[in-house]
C-alpha cells in the first residue's frame, strides 16, 4: 500500500481527514448523509443533488494528479468494477492506453436491475463525486472528452447528472468535454457493449465482439467502460490515498462498498455503504433485520442464492463470498423472508430476464423462455423428475453460448436455486403443496415481456 | 499465424450450414444453432474448410481471423558478452531491419482483422426469416 503523498499529490486536507476516525476493524453501516459513511457523506437523501459549491468545501477541487499518477492510484488500490464483474480497472486502462488509438470514455451509470439502487443514489445526490472520479480516469486514458450514459426513464439521476455538468461547465471546473447520454430503458441495454454500441450508433443491444472492447470497441477505438459507483470510488480515493481509502473495507474488497437492500427489508431500495469487514448479518441488523432471514439473493437478480444463516455470517468480501460460490455482484441483497416460496420468486424473476433479451441471440430466443417455463412448472409443482433433468441439461447448453453473459446469469440464478433449496425442490417434485403459494410477491419485479411472443423488434433498443 | 475461428451468435439463425462444411469444428445444439468447439484448427485443410463455412452461411455470423504469430523482442544485450553470444542472442535480421514493420512487443492484445472479406454488418429485425418462424 503505498499513501497518496508517495504519489507527488496533496495531503487530504483536514475536513476530510475528520471523516474516518480510522478505527482498524471497526465495521460502520450507514445511508446517505448518515454519520460514519465516507462516500455517501454529506447532505441527507432529501435534499437532492449536492452543489458544486458544498462538494467542494467538503472535498477540495479535483486532485491535481497526472495520467501516470492516477494510474498508479488505481493499481495501488486495486479498485475494481462496481457494476457486477469485478474486474480491476487498473487493467482496463492499461489494456486501452497500450491498443491503438484513442481510447473512449464511458460511464454506466444506466443501472437496470430493477431492485439495485446504488449508482442511481450516487448520481441523484453525489453527481460531482461520479463526475471527478471520471474526470480522473479521463486524465490516465489521456482523453478530454467522457460519456455518462444513463436509462432515458430514470428521473432523479438524469436530473442529478445534467445539473452537475452543467454546473462544471459555467464553473469551469474542468477541462473534460462531457456528454449524457440517455439510452433505452431495457435490462439488457445497460450491458457494456450495449452501452457503447449505443453511444456509437443509437443501437441499445448488446454486441459480440472478437476481442475485449478495452482493446478495440464499438467504435475501432479502445473502449473504457466503468460504473458509476467505480468513478465515484476512485473520486474518493484521489482524495483518501490508496492506503486510507484501501482500509475502509476488507481483504479482497478495498474500499466502502454500496448495496442496495430488497425484498423483505424495513425500506426496499434502501442504499447503504458498508465500511470495514462487516458481514451481510451486519447490514441487515443495522437496517432493522434482527434474526436470519430464510434465504438471500446475493449480488443482483443473475445472482445467486444463499441460505439466511449462511448468508447472515458471510463477510461482504468478493474472496469469502466466492469460497461460498457467490460473489458481490452489484451489492444486490435480496431477503426472501420465512413463510415465502424461493421457486416461487426465482421463477418471477427467470420469467422477466427471459423476457428482457434483446431477441439476438437463438441462446435467449429460444433458450430462455423454455427455461422459464421450466422454472414455472417446477414452481407450480406440475413438474416430475424427468422434466427437472431436462430443464438442468437445457441450461447446461445455454451456458456460455450468447453474445453476451444475460444466459449465463439466468443459468447461474437457476443453478443456485436448485442448489440451495434442493428440500422444496424435492416437495415441489413429490406434489406437496407449496408454503409459500399465498405469500405475496417479495421482490419488486417488473412485468416481464411474454417471452414466448419472439424477439423484440429493434426499435425497443433505439 | 494464428487463426481463429468464432461464430457470431448475434447473427446466427440456425441454417446449420456451417456444420456441413466445418463439421470438426461446430457443434449444433439442439435447435440447430452453431457453437464453435475448434477455434484453431491446425492444417491447411481444417482451414481450408472453416473458411469454406464462413463463405458459405447466409448471414455471415461465421468469422475467421488471424494474426501473425508475435515475433519476440530482441533482448538488449549487456555490453560485457562476446561477439558470438551477440550474435546468437539479437534477432533475426529480417525482423530487426524492417522498422516500418516492427512487431507489436509480446502480451500486447493485438486487434484480429476479418479476412473472410465479409462485412459484419447487424442483420435488422426484420429483413432475416428463420428466428421469426422459429417455434419454441
Not at chain 1, 39 to 64: K, V
Not at chain 1, 139 to 165: F, K, M, N, Q, W
Not at chain 1, 365 to 388: D, E, H, K, Q, T
Not at chain 1, 406 to 433: C, I, K, N, Y
Request: proline share 9%.
Amino acid at each position: 500500500m503505498i499513501e497518496l503523498r508517495d504519489l507527488g499529490a496533496p495531503a487530504p486536507d483536514a475536513s476530510t481527514a475528520a471523516l474516518w476516525p480510522g478505527t482498524a476493524g471497526e465495521v460502520r453501516v450507514g445511508g446517505p448523509g448518515e454519520p460514519g459513511t465516507v462516500l455517501l457523506s454529506g447532505p441527507g437523501t432529501g435534499s437532492g443533488p449536492e452543489s458544486l459549491h458544498s462538494h467542494r468545501s467538503r472535498w477540495g477541487g479535483l486532485p491535481g494528479l497526472d495520467g501516470a499518477q492516477v494510474l498508479a492510484l488505481l493499481r495501488a488500490a486495486r479498485l475494481d468494477g462496481r457494476g457486477g464483474g469485478g474486474f480491476p480497472v487498473a487493467r482496463k486502462v492499461a489494456a486501452a492506453l497500450t491498443g491503438g488509438g484513442r481510447p473512449v470514455l464511458l460511464v454506466n451509470a444506466s443501472e437496470s436491475e430493477p431492485a439495485s439502487a446504488k449508482d442511481a443514489t450516487l448520481c441523484a445526490l453525489r453527481p460531482h463525486l461520479v463526475l471527478d472520479g471520471t474526470a480522473l480516469l479521463a486524465t490516465a486514458l489521456g482523453v478530454d472528452e467522457a460519456v455518462v450514459h444513463l436509462h432515458r426513464s430514470a428521473g432523479p439521476p438524469v436530473a442529478g447528472i445534467r445539473g452537475a455538468v452543467e454546473e462544471r461547465r459555467t464553473m469551469g471546473y474542468d477541462a473534460v468535454a462531457w456528454t449524457v447520454s440517455l439510452g433505452p430503458d431495457r435490462y439488457v441495454s445497460g450491458e457494456a457493449s450495449a452501452v457503447a454500441g449505443f453511444v456509437q450508433d443509437g443501437d441499445g443491444r448488446p454486441r459480440f465482439a472478437m476481442a475485449p472492447m478495452a482493446v478495440e470497441g464499438p467504435s475501432g477505438r479502445p473502449t473504457v467502460v466503468v460504473n458509476a459507483e467505480t468513478v465515484a470510488q476512485l473520486g474518493l480515493l484521489a482524495r483518501l490515498g490508496a492506503g486510507s481509502w484501501a482500509s475502509l473495507g476488507a481483504g479482497t474488497s478495498p474500499g466502502p462498498r454500496l448495496l442496495t437492500l430488497a425484498g423483505a427489508v424495513d425500506r426496499p431500495g434502501q442504499v447503504v455503504e458498508l465500511i470495514g469487514p462487516g458481514t451481510v448479518g451486519d447490514v441487515l441488523f443495522a437496517t432493522g433485520s434482527r434474526t436470519p432471514p430464510a434465504a438471500v439473493l446475493v449480488g443482483g437478480f443473475a445472482g445467486t442464492w444463499l441460505t439466511g444463516e449462511e448468508a447472515w455470517q458471510a463477510p461482504w468480501e468478493r474472496a469469502a463470498l466466492e469460497c461460498l460460490g457467490s460473489g458481490p455482484g452489484c451489492g444486490l441483497l435480496g431477503v426472501l423472508p420465512h413463510g415465502a416460496c424461493a421457486l416461487v420468486e426465482t421463477a418471477r424473476v427467470v420469467a422477466y430476464l427471459a423476457g428482457e433479451s434483446a431477441g439476438q441471440c437463438g441462446t435467449c430466443v429460444a433458450g430462455l423462455p423454455r427455461l422459464a417455463a421450466g422454472m414455472a412448472s417446477l414452481a407450480g409443482g406440475s413438474f416430475r423428475r424427468r422434466g427437472l433433468r431436462r430443464m438442468v441439461t437445457l441450461g447446461d447448453e445455454l451456458l456460455g453460448s450468447g453474445a453476451c453473459g444475460h444466459p449465463d446469469g439466468v443459468v447461474r440464478l437457476v443453478r443456485s436455486t436448485l442448489d440451495v433449496f434442493g428440500d422444496d425442490v424435492v416437495r415441489h417434485l413429490a406434489g406437496s403443496p407449496c408454503r409459500g403459494a399465498d405469500h405475496p410477491p417479495v421482490f419488486a419485479v417488473p412485468v416481464p415481456f411474454d417471452a414466448g411472443a419472439g424477439p423484440r423488434p429493434a426499435e425497443h433498443f433505439a | 499465424m494464428t487463426v481463429r475461428v468464432r461464430i457470431d451468435p448475434t447473427l446466427c439463425r440456425g441454417h446449420a450450414i456451417c456444420a456441413l462444411f466445418f463439421a470438426e469444428g461446430v457443434e449444433l445444439d439442439r435447435w440447430g444453432f452453431g457453437k464453435v468447439v475448434d477455434a484453431s484448427p491446425s492444417g491447411r485443410r481444417a482451414l481450408r474448410r472453416a473458411r469454406r463455412a464462413a463463405a458459405a452461411c447466409p448471414n455471415g455470423a461465421v468469422v475467421v481471423t488471424e494474426r501473425p504469430d508475435p515475433v519476440p523482442v530482441p533482448v538488449p544485450v549487456p555490453e560485457v558478452a562476446s561477439p558470438t553470444r551477440v550474435a546468437r542472442r539479437t534477432a533475426p535480421p529480417e525482423a530487426a531491419g524492417t522498422p516500418e514493420a516492427a512487431p507489436a512487443a509480446v502480451g500486447v492484445p493485438v486487434a484480429f482483422t476479418r479476412t473472410d472479406g465479409r462485412v459484419p454488418a447487424r442483420v435488422p429485425d426484420g429483413t432475416d426469416t428463420t428466428m421469426d418462424t422459429l417455434r419454441w
